[in-house]
């Protein structure tokens, strides 16, 4: 598997980022499947296991973005706040950058209230069917409820 350089110049586009995750996923499930090679057979197929994990990341992205659009329409004062917020905070609108996204305070509370009452992933649960070390720190046991 090829990664790219530091310096390296990446085309921008969707199918690109797409790729880098999708890179850095089957990094992982590798890293995974080497500390536990019984997890899976030679004939075993990540790439099911890739898009799961693709399509769950794209999927809770959706729903939260879609609570938090109800929300601002149910409570106007809210929506006017964070306008007022971004106005005063980002000096050019057009083009935010990280620093203007972390001096965003009523913003990310109102995410983070959003993302309280309406959970993308409200609970998994899953019962560990035998040991699992995930990492050189971290071991599932037989038999634990996973949440």
Not at 89 to 108: G, Q
Not at 110 to 116: D, G, I, V, Y
């Amino acid at each position: 598997m090829n990664f790219p350089r530091k310096n390296s110049v990446v085309k921008n586009t969707t199918k690109d980022k797409n790729m880098d995750l999708m890179i850095l996923i089957t990094k992982t499930l590798l890293d995974v499947f080497k500390d536990n090679p019984s997890v899976a057979g030679d004939e075993y197929d990540w790439r099911d296991e890739r898009y799961t994990m693709l399509g769950a990341g794209t999927e809770t992205v959706t729903s939260a973005l879609s609570f938090f659009s109800i929300l601002l329409a149910n409570h106007p004062d809210v929506q006017e706040n964070i306008y007022r917020e971004i106005l005063q905070e980002v000096e050019d609108p057009s083009t935010v950058n990280i620093s203007d996204l972390r001096s965003l305070t009523y913003l990310e509370k109102s995410l983070n209230e959003c993302l309280r009452l309406n959970p993308s992933v409200p609970a998994i649960l899953r019962k560990a069917t035998k040991n699992t070390k995930l990492c050189r720190l971290s071991n599932i046991f037989k038999n634990v409820n996973l949440e």
